[in-house]
């Protein structure tokens, strides 16, 4: 039964085994992705501002089906995402000063 669910297999007799001094292989380190933030802050916020201005003509039929709260949610969304972009560019100034440029 061992050999036949995969008769490709490579058997472990054949698999090199590591010796006891021998280290095992480190994978080189990736480095983090650091990109800008604030352009991913304005496009949130502009987003926000396309949506809610694609749903206020709809706003009375939104509220007769009980969806009133889609622009409330937009509106929200428009003016948190300015302090969001005060934190993005104060963390991009510290990445930059990170960085030494």
Known sequence: MVGTAYPDAVPTSEIPQPT???????????????PPMVPFAIGGIVAWAVAGLALLPFRHALSAHGHGDWL???????????????VMIKHDGN???RRGR
């Open 72 to 86: 409330a949610i937009c509106l929200a969304g428009f003016l948190w995402g300015f302090p969001g972009l005060a």
């Open 95 to 97: 990445r930059r000063r």
């Open 20 to 34: 006891d001094d021998a280290q095992p292989a480190q994978a080189p380190r990736l480095a983090a992705l650091d």
